[in-house]
């Protein structure tokens, strides 16, 4: 008889065994009892030398009973019917790594707290603990893929309730720096805020404010060949619509629920960059998406822009020295009036670094401006009704008739 640690030389094992076999448990179902205690054993290994054991004690042969009260048989023939479940649910999902996870039968539930009532929990394992276990080992055997405890690709959840199985796929997440060449276009999917995506007389029946965006240009050959459902995208800032930026962003796409992971990037890229409104490049799968997510929104780094701003006077050159205030003084900014309906409306401090301008007509003027984050640009040139100050209109005693700008650096941090 194989033995495990523990001692029968003392009463109250002895009696907690005894007791255990009152009623009709699987091999097991009486391991687990003392499942925490020994290595190199299955429960139903540990369950059949305890079962032994007690056949001498008693001298009566204790059979492993046809159906055990506890688990109603789940460990004989159950188990094998939820592994089948499984492996059909994930066929055509690409994974190397996998998550058992079980939710339990009140049924269950209660019987196994019953027994706890009367034996005690010091040795105890779980049933669910158990379940998930030897699921994975089968699991592993079947698909020659690896259990994994802390990140895993697809995390496979047992609902013992319902005999169903539900999978939760991790994103992939991709990393990358993109341009944006063309103005008119958002970072992200704009959706209609009248009719929420349905369509309607507002949006013209496109359920989105602008056709296309930086994310559905970059998403479209991801989706494709990885099969997801839809993507998430985040980046270090964003430019406004109307404008260029034409240095490299970092961002990260995430792909929701994605059927295939092992994607060639490079191809991609070049199917991306097709596009005459943005390139990409750098694509690479990272594992730790949401940490480098986070460090992209809360990361702060200077930007440079160009400006080409037409004014509604000609302009006094006399008084272009004023602009040297700009960055001398901390820029205060309330929210700028044209973002106010959907932002708090608050007051910033921010500093412009550096300012140089040339003339290029009588009303005309290019500005290269270096900026630390969060600054708005326009209402810094315009003045926004007052509510940016100083600012280039009322240190130049000019108005803005109109402008354009483009992101010409983003400096690393």
Same mark, same amino acid.
């Given at each position: 008889m194989r033995k495990f640690p523990l001692d029968f030389s003392e009463e109250k094992n002895k009696e907690k065994l005894l007791e255990i076999l009152k009623i009709n448990v699987c091999n097991s179902c009486l391991g687990r009892q003392w499942g925490m205690i020994g290595h190199g054993l299955t429960n139903a290994e540990r369950g059949k030398i305890l079962r032994d054991y007690a056949s001498k004690l008693t001298k009566t042969e204790l059979k492993e009973p046809e159906t055990c009260e506890l688990c109603n048989n789940f460990f004989k023939d159950g188990i094998n019917?939820?592994?089948?479940?499984i492996v059909e649910k994930i066929q055509g999902v690409e994974f190397d790594t996998f998550l058992i996870g079980t939710v339990v039968s009140d049924e269950l539930e209660k019987k196994q707290e019953a027994l706890w009532e009367k034996i005690g929990v010091d040795d105890v394992e779980t049933i669910k603990s158990e379940i998930n276990r030897e699921v994975g080992k089968r699991i592993e055997k079947l698909t020659k893929k690896r259990f994994n405890l802390r990140n895993p690709d697809i995390t496979i959840v047992i609902d013992l309730n319902t005999n169903a199985i539900r999978t939760q796929i991790k994103s992939l997440y991709i990393y990358g720096k993109y341009q944006k060449l063309v103005r008119g276009i958002p970072q992200t999917k704009w959706i209609c805020s009248k009719c929420k995506g349905k369509g309607c007389i507002y949006c013209k029946g496109e359920g989105k404010l602008y056709k296309t965006s930086i994310q559905e240009i970059i998403e479209a050959p991801l989706l494709k060949v990885t099969k997801s459902k839809?993507?998430? =995208?985040?980046?270090?800032?964003?430019?406004?619509?109307?404008?260029?930026?034409? &240095?490299?962003?970092? =961002?990260?796409?995430? %792909?929701?629920?994605p059927l295939k992971r092992k994607i060639k %990037?490079? &191809?991609?890229?070049?199917?991306?960059?097709?596009? #005459?409104?943005?390139?990409?490049k750098g694509l690479k799968i990272i594992d730790n998406g949401k940490e480098i997510?986070?460090?992209?929104?809360? @990361?702060?780094?200077?930007?440079?822009? %160009?400006?080409?701003?037409? =004014? @509604?006077?000609?302009?006094? @050159? #006399? $008084? $272009? #020295?004023? %602009?040297k205030n700009v960055t001398r003084e901390i820029i205060i900014q309330k929210t700028p009036l044209r973002v106010i309906h959907r932002r708090a409306d608050k007051i910033r401090k921010r500093r412009v670094k550096k300012i140089s301008y040339k003339l290029i007509g009588s009303r005309r003027m290019q500005f290269k401006i270096r900026a630390e984050s969060g600054l708005y640009i326009k209402e810094l040139i315009t003045g926004d009704n007052?509510?940016?100050?100083?600012?280039?209109s009322d240190l130049i005693n000019n108005k803005v008739k109109k402008l354009s700008l483009d992101v010409i650096k983003i400096h690393s941090g």
């Open positions: 019917r939820i592994v089948d479940k839809n993507s998430s =995208f985040h980046a270090a800032g964003r430019e406004d619509v109307d404008a260029r930026n034409l &240095d490299w962003r970092p =961002f990260v796409i995430e %792909l929701i629920k %990037l490079k &191809d991609l890229e070049k199917k991306i960059n097709k596009s #005459k409104k943005v390139r990409v997510i986070r460090k992209l929104k809360t @990361e702060r780094v200077d930007k440079t822009y %160009l400006v080409d701003v037409e =004014f @509604e006077n000609r302009i006094d @050159e #006399k $008084l $272009l #020295k004023n %602009l007052g509510r940016t100050q100083p600012n280039v």
